[in-house]
């Protein structure tokens, strides 16, 4: 069965270092969403793809954050420098075209220390 | 501005009672609404979905969801729950997801079974 792919599943840094999850979605999904969760609360988007392109990045902390997704396939999320507050579960999701669910990987546990 | 509010932040039921999760949403157009399942550290399973028609749907493990417009509600229903069903559940709105329609969360009802 296709799943959304992740890593790494576990990362802890120092503060003001810099750190970077992938993704890469199940394949031919053109929508490639990155979600953030703190502990003990939902999801919260962050950024969504449209193949290679951003159609939301209204809740992505710009001056730390960013993301790609180069050839619309898979997607890198860079935090630079990261912060204590950033420690949450990072989960990528993916859904088709004409897709009527979102498909989600088993996320990146960050802790910055 | 889409959202969803889940009351229960935990909730305790015993192996074999019935269970009901409630959720609410608002959105300002017909909704696509979602129950997530999620296990400690791990990412999200969809339980089920409704889109339109039949407003009680049916997902995997036994559970259920009836879709109340008159009530903006989407609540999670399941008539025996097993200890495995412990875990944290999570309703989501939005549009359709290939739609360029994102998926906005409740912060969660956590789920405890008793043996």
């Known amino acids: 069965e296709a799943e959304v792919a992740q890593s790494p599943r576990y990362k802890i840094t120092e503060k003001s270092q810099a750190v970077a999850f992938w993704c890469d979605p199940i394949s031919g999904h053109a929508t490639l969403y990155w979600y953030r969760q703190i502990l003990g609360q939902g999801p919260e988007l962050l950024v969504q793809?449209?193949?290679?392109?951003?159609?939301?990045d209204s809740q992505l902390p710009k001056d730390r954050f960013s993301a790609e997704r180069l050839k619309g396939v898979d997607s890198t999320l860079k935090i630079q420098p990261a912060e204590l507050g950033d420690s949450a579960m990072y989960l990528c999701?993916?859904?088709?075209?004409?897709?009527?669910?979102?498909?989600f990987g088993q996320g990146t546990r960050l802790t910055v220390v | 501005a889409q959202s969803v509010t889940q009351p229960d932040i935990h909730i305790t039921v015993s192996e074999g009672a019935s269970l009901e999760l409630r959720c609410n949403y608002s959105y300002g157009a017909t909704p696509y609404l979602f129950w997530y399942v999620q296990s400690p550290g791990q990412g999200l399973q969809l339980l089920l979905k409704?889109?339109?028609?039949?407003?009680l749907v049916q997902g995997i493990k036994g559970f259920e969801a009836e879709f109340k417009r008159s009530q903006s509600s989407f609540n999670l229903r399941k008539p025996s729950v097993h200890w495995s069903d412990a875990a944290e559940y999570f309703c989501a709105v939005g549009g359709r997801p290939g739609g360029g329609n994102k998926l906005t969360f409740g912060t969660g009802t956590q789920l405890k079974v008793e043996l």
């Open positions: 409704y889109f339109s028609g039949d407003t």
């Open positions: 999701a993916s859904s088709s075209h004409k897709g009527t669910e979102a498909f």
């Open positions: 793809f449209q193949d290679e392109s951003v159609v939301d």
